[in-house]
């Protein structure tokens, strides 16, 4: 009884071994482990203990894998992988229900997914959804999220992607903008005006460095690491702006700028790591953004030439 007793300890305490590991703090823990970072600290001490080593290096910045804990997050890793799987098996009959994390851009995630996604959670009312739309990169392997909407393939392990679709952007301005300024008949005429873009040193993808196909000498005079702020900067009169077609058919105030004449396209890929793939709470909710994708193709190809 005393073995069996302290392997359930052991992996329990494994639990909050990996959510330190990834989280980096006691407090970022136990908000991961829906408990206090006294018990977080309890269960790594103890887990420390019967495993006669040292974990972690402690630091007033946080928790860092010593090089024992290199090893241990392997091993745990996989048996959270066998616990997911398992987990993830659906029985008949049984209510799709759960917490779903989506990671997205900013502005697929805000626009396009929060106008949509309570279509789907009505269907289920035991069905919960959490959009991160953010311009960020999502780690799947440190369970950030559960579905990421990302920019292009996959760069981390085991991992299943699926190519949602590509989504055509374009030169916009706010017709206030346009009706007081320079008029802009070429490709050229755009250097002469203002451009609202990305803080470029803080990109998050290489996809979002869009300045480049305008020329050298286009700059943007007011940047922001938000999409939907770029759009209200330019909606306000701030100058030209590219942005994704979707986003813009939002504003009818937003004016496309030579849309015959240049154009970009970019794409958006769906992920899920493979321990979740087959969960069916998680599968409810790629397959409804799969099918509300594909339905509004019209949408992300942008405006008629």
């Known amino acids: 009884m005393g073995a069996r007793k302290r392997s359930g300890r052991n992996w329990d305490d494994l639990r909050f071994f990996l959510a330190v590991a990834r989280a980096g703090t006691l407090t970022a823990a136990a908000v991961q482990t829906g408990t206090d970072h006294t018990t977080v600290a309890r269960r790594i001490q103890a887990l420390e203990l019967e495993l006669d080593r040292s974990l972690f290096h402690r630091s007033h ?18 048996m959270e992988s066998i616990f997911l799987a398992g987990r993830a098996v659906p029985q008949p009959g049984q209510a799709v229900s759960g917490i779903v994390r989506v990671g997205a851009p900013d502005g697929f995630g805000s ?16 069905l919960e959804v959490e959009i991160l739309a953010t311009a960020r990169i999502f780690n799947l392997s440190k369970r950030e999220a559960d579905i990421v909407i990302g920019l292009s393939s996959p760069q981390q392990a085991r991992v299943v992607a699926r190519r949602l679709t590509d989504y055509r952007l374009c030169v916009y301005a706010a017709r206030c903008y346009l009706e007081g300024a320079e008029p802009i008949r070429t490709e050229a005429d ?17 996809e979002l460095n869009y300045l480049n196909v305008i020329g050298p000498e286009a700059q943007a005079r007011l940047r922001s690491t938000n999409l939907l702020a770029q759009v209200h900067a330019t909606l306000a009169g701030a100058g030209l702006c590219i942005l994704p077609a979707f986003i813009a058919a939002a504003h ?17 890929h769906m992920h899920i790591h493979e321990d979740n793939r087959k969960a069916a709470h998680i599968r409810a909710v790629a397959s409804f953004v799969a099918a509300e994708v594909e339905a509004a193709q019209g949408l992300f190809a942008g405006p008629a030439l």
């Open 111 to 126: 626009v396009f997914l929060a106008s949509r996604m309570h279509r789907l959670t009505r269907r289920h009312p035991g």
């Open 252 to 268: 009818p105030a937003l004016v496309p700028v030579l849309p015959e004449r240049l154009s970009l396209t970019r794409a958006f």
């Open 190 to 206: 755009l250097t002469r005006h203002p451009f609202v873009g990305y803080v470029e040193d803080m990109l998050f993808a290489r």
């Open 61 to 78: 910045l946080g928790y860092a894998l010593t090089e024992a804990g290199e090893d241990l997050l392997s091993v745990a890793e996989g």
